[in-house]
């Protein structure tokens, strides 16, 4: 923990020197003293950077530690214009004068209840600044990382933290580029940008997989990740009673979504709540309200599921693949379509249509039917339905960015956006969006409904805010397509290099001379129209083909590692 040249250095000698003692007495053990360091370093980083939420957490463990109160820590910790003068550390936070034997549950439970409010309120409520004004805090802006690559990406265009798959264990088994060798390079790389790097584990297990978790699990957490995101109650158990010390973030699969379910996971050790994807912008509210000293992360972006996060049985329905294993093959965004059917007056079963039938539905909106996936032939199942076409389980994406001023006030964490399967661009041009949208709310500038432009031109099933406004239930599904389609631009190279005004482009889709291209970059983009072009030999060419190459492109601006996007006519 440092010392000298911090503003509270002379806090962090005196908390060394009194958990050596401690430790020496045998009232802490190693891992303990280790814990709480860790906890007062965060804490009082997190309040030199302004990022007041979640430090109430910190400061409520702090003050299991030391037994003081938390407005005497708050004063500690504080800056010397916010102490107002005060720059000595309290001697409350001696623990020298604790009861024997009165161990951290017992102070928690003993701890001043208006103390605790006051600073909840503040800290949700936002935190007064130099002149007096209330200011939001800025939330965390978590990116998927499903590459090094797209990790890399992402801390380049504004992530705070990103989110990769344990193998084996994480719900994107399928498509996971992370074995341990690339979970250690990205820890590192991470903690190395003053990052963090949080490993999912979030499969719900059946018996087998108990038997090897804790094993596979181990190599892991040596590595000392940020956090692991867990979902099953039996690994959360099994990981707080082998390594007490590392935090766990529940993950959606968990559907929390109400205050009691937060309460419960944060009794048993849980630090960080991922909310579930059907909850209210005022539901998310109230959790808070009820629960002021847990973190909490929200779902901004991406895909939604049909069913409760994640809980569906339809892809192991149909292909024996379980969506709770990692292994989903999105069954619900098939196409399908709908023929009239019978009713076998024995069974109450639906009939499959006759070959020879016309196929033409029963004007009665109520009717039964049954659908057949296109692939799928004579493999019918009954259903019912109204005027609509007929994706009939396909949920539009998810994009809540105009709210993230709404979010950040509320007092949420963790801003969280999904994708480990996307491209590399999409998490760029989504994290830049995002990190535009958090600054501008925390700075008290109006939203800029030009980002919401600028994720148009992410691929996408067509946006919807979800839950988190209650809109038609036409908003939330897609009856046109269940595939995604960008309606903006298409992502069309990578930059590799520059020089002498030279942008050298790994090309990924085709684009040409005469096209508006549009530079992003991380200190801003820019819109040029390309007016000439030349291959990796010098010459002038008019055209650069999809398939991997490199050419030439001439640039003004920064433009190092900038990804190109070539804007679609009309």
Partial sequence: MPADGNPHGELFKRIGRTLAQRREARELTQDQVAEALEIGTEAVSRIERGITMPTVQRLAELTEVYDCGIDELLIACSTPQQRSGRTHCPDSLNPAGGRPGHDRRSRAKNRRAPERALVTNTLHGGAPDNTGNMTTQAPELLLPAGSLDKMRAAFRFGADAVYAGQPRYSLRARNNEFGLPQLAQGIAEAH????????????????????????????????KPDALIMADAGLIMLVREKW???????????????????????????????????????EVEQIRQHCPDVELEVFVHGALCIAYSGRCLLSGYFNRRDSNQGTCTNACRWNYKTLSAGLDPNTGEALAPSACGDGQRHPAADALMVIEEESRPNQWMPMMEDEHGTYVMNSKDLRAIELVGKLAQIGVDSLKIEGRTKSLYYVA??????????????????????????????????????????????????????????????????????QDGWAEVETKNRFAVGDWIEIIHQQGNRVVRLEQMKNAAGQPITVAAGNPLRVWIPVEGPSEQALIARLQQG
Avoid: C, M
């Fill in 244 to 282: 007490p010390h590392i935090p766990i973030h529940l993950s959606v699969q968990a559907n929390s979504t109400n205050w009691a379910a937060v309460k419960f996971w944060q009794s048993v050790g849980v630090r960080r709540i991922i909310l579930s994807r059907e909850l209210s912008l005022a």
């Fill in 429 to 498: 041009r989504a994290a830049q969006a995002y990190r535009r949208a958090i600054d501008d709310a925390v700075a008290g500038r109006a939203f800029d409904p030009h980002l919401i432009t600028d994720l148009e031109g992410l691929a996408n099933r067509g946006y919807t805010s979800g839950f988190l406004e209650r809109r038609p239930a036409q908003d939330y599904q897609n009856y046109e397509t269940g595939h995604s389609v960008a309606t903006r631009s298409q992502f069309v190279g990578e930059v590799r290099a520059v």
């Fill in 192 to 223: 190395a940008l003053g990052k963090k790097f949080f490993v999912t584990s979030n499969l719900i297990a059946h018996n087998d997989k108990l038997r090897t978790y804790l094993r596979d699990l181990e190599p892991v957490v040596t590595l």
